[in-house]
Nanobody, 116 residues
Framework: QVRLVESGGGLVRAGGSLRLSCAAP????????MGWYRQAPGKQRELVATIAREGTTNYADSSVKGRFTISRDNAKNTVYLQMNSLKPEDTAVYYC?????????WGQGTQVTVSS
């Protein structure tokens, strides 16, 4: 089991910024891909961005690319999501994700609310 602890969500005005963090226990080894998904009310969970252990990134689509930046600190088993120029449509519960030996693990989710 890998317990992921998320932080950094909150309420922000449109155009503002937030930084999400997600940490797995430092003692855990073998984590490859880490990333973020989000789920808006009434919608399915969708990919935001992922990052491989060596740093290769993947962003879901143009709606976040250029505004969001994913990064990680392998020594701390931590992944970050820097979100700039936030829009009301970014409002969702953001879930941290990691994959260890092809097994997926999820965080509990952190609410991000962007007011217009």
């Amino acid at each position: 089991q890998v317990r992921l602890v998320e932080s950094g969500g909150g309420l922000v005005r449109a155009g503002g910024s937030l930084r999400l963090s997600c940490a797995a226990p430092v003692s855990i080894f073998g984590i490859n891909t880490m990333g973020w998904y989000r789920q808006a009310p009434g919608k399915q969970r969708e990919l935001v961005a992922t990052i491989a252990r060596e740093g290769t990134t993947n962003y879901a689509d143009s709606s976040v690319k250029g505004r969001f930046t994913i990064s990680r600190d392998n020594a701390k088993n931590t992944v970050y999501l820097q979100m700039n120029s936030l829009k009301p449509e970014d409002t969702a519960v953001y879930y941290c994700y990691c994959q260890k030996f092809a097994v997926p693990y999820w965080g509990q989710g952190t609410q991000v609310t962007v007011s217009s």
